[in-house]
């Protein structure tokens, strides 16, 4: 501010404005991505919040000489720590540097909305309510009484429909009038009964005797309320720093429970619940409506036997879709099959990655041209290292935006919570609920928009065990090389079809079986997941929300997992072109291909007998593919039929070999967004070392039993 | 007021029920009634079991797994 004082030019006034830092809260379902997209437009941010799989956005807007940078908390039912979500919504409204919260609030479900209101009063009286979704609940046949609730509630309340931009300016302008003081919210107490009232004045004197407050960084009189509730949280870290005060606390709560003849924190719920009854009951006028028809529709999508195909129907025309636009898969197998090669042949060249690829192939080709004077091996790693690094990493950026306008388009529409509970039943045991099985099926297509589709779990342990066990499906790129090996190998459609059916059921069953001991070992101090879900009414999806969302995604891949899939591009383009007597442009005098021959003694064990294909699983990490390409090269033929019988695989080798492609390590891709989005290097650690052990162990297993029965 | 206590789960579709009582952990009994289910609360079911159970409760409609709402215990009111 400083600089600028004394200029009163209207061109330095604009660059410097006072900032100001508004919280978004609310429920699940509100509109509370609309209204900040509506808010921000595209200057947003998004981030994850500190050591969480929670995304974190922020933005801003200039407004009325201000810069107001709102930060947009997750959508939850209640401040109650049950889950990540709600304790960093809380945490930052209890520590955190704000100067007014906007609380969003669905009027057509106006009691429930408001119990996550009375929560943040708790915290805060600085609040603002933006009742959303006034056209919704006039089609419920509710009307409210917007200035009868504004004086009962004592804050500013802005009708708005968010999705059509109304109320925005107003909701702006309320912002500015509570920051300069204009308007001063003051939201209802709630008095508890007289019991509860003298259990918390209770707490609260051990509190501040021992000083609580002061150590958890909260306020003492709201953190004597949250130890009444047993918040779990709370009570942890009280036990973490005074164990003595924990004991008295848990056997004063004991004591208080009682009392009451039952848990307070049931009692401080039915408290909020009926003050809000108090409020909300004359203010709404409410008359019949008939049902309408998407009523009927969830009839259809929620039925025990329809319901599951239903879903599947849906999710697999969307899957198909945006693979087939982008890599041409699943389509050009169906149209080869149905006697088309040439059609697929042309889907696939067309298709975005198909394009993407030749784009960058033809620049490093013209690259080779430009650079024909310099030495060979910067030649080398400006056109096979940086320009394919690059171009790894964008090729992967159309897909992940396609996934991200879709999946943003079902969750939008309230599709995608009906799938969760249809879904529910069979990712239980995995402690995962059924939304998981989203980012499962696009694994079949890809792992990384896989990896990058568990943050849209509601638990982080569902989304940290999803991203572990997703690399497990086997992808497109991995079916290709499935295909390449099993046509060159197998000569009956019989056997080539038990084989390719087997491995799938095979890496299926391991992620069933992985995913089940994670659930019980790593996370076995979470609850199995729950079916208690809200199902939207259906609506048409806002493409201002699905844009944004398809765009941050792909910004997302490109700048946290694109650093380090170009960084380990470099590094296999390097291990593949030096070796011990320097630059090479052969591969099998790479420092690769050594290690290769190091390995190959070990790798015997499950049929790797030759160090080409051990020098394939290495290039398989750049991406699956790769391990095609190697064996051909490096036999020097580019019929695998052939260079699989120079390298003499036999049918057992050949099986346990494709063993090993389908469960080892996931591509360098998957291992990158994995850290992206875990934001764990034990995670990554974990994933690779688990599924390249069970691999090699599974292989061993059945190549030593293949080879012990004679095959 | 005399109609049986019984299962949420148990109670044909079209009914209004309120609920009795909330037979789960800490953990489930708070966030049903922090979404709104509470002793007391009336309710429509839409769709019994089999597969999730849906209900209607303050505006709001609720899908719930068959053993969630075997735990909410509920008196059928018409």
Known sequence: MGGCAKDSSTGCRLKVKREIVVAIAGQPNVGKSTLFNRLTGAHQHVGNWPGKTVERKEGYRDFAGYRIRFIDLPGTYSLSALGVEEQIARDFLAKEKYDVVVNIVDASNLERNLYLTLQIAELTPRVIIALNMMDLAEQKGLRINVEKLRRRLGVPIVPMIAVKGKGIEELLRTIIDVVENRIEPQLPHITYSPELEQAVDEIENIIRHRNLHRQLGYHPHWLAHKVLEEDFFVLQSIEEKDPDAYSTLTTLIEQIGKRLGGPPSVAMVQARYKLLREICAPLIEKRPVKPTLWERFDALALHPVVGPFFTLFIMLAFFVAVFSINTGFPLNYFLEWLGYPDIAVTLESYSLSGLLGEAFSSLAESMRIALADVPLWVQGLICDGIIAGVGAVVSFAPLIFLIGLGIGALEDSGFLARAAAVMHRPLKPLKIAGKGFIPLLLGFGCNVPSVMMCRGLYRECERRNCALIAGLVPCQARLAVILAIVTAIFSTPLAQIAVITSLYVVALLLLWVIGVLFAHTLFRREPSAQLVIELPPYRAPFVGNVLMYGWNLTKHFLKKAGTIIFLLAILMWFSLSYGPAGFTEDPSLSYAALLGHALTPFTRVFGASHWVLVLALITGFIAKEAVIETVALAAGTPSISEALGKLGVTPLQAYSLLLVVTIYIPCLATIATIWSETRSWRYVLLTILYMTGIALLLATLVYQLGAWLGF | ?78
Do not use: D, H, S
Request: net charge positive.
């Open chain 2, 1 to 78: 007021m005399g109609a049986p206590v019984i299962p949420l789960a148990a109670v044909p579709p079209g009914r209004e029920v309120i609920a009795v009582a909330i037979r789960a952990g800490r953990g489930l009994t708070l966030r049903l009634m922090e979404m709104g289910i509470l002793p007391g609360t009336r309710m429509r079911v839409l769709k019994p079991p089999p597969g999730p159970v849906v209900i209607e409760v303050r505006g709001a409609r609720l899908a719930l797994g068959w053993g969630v709402a075997q735990k909410i215990l509920v008196q059928v009111v018409a």
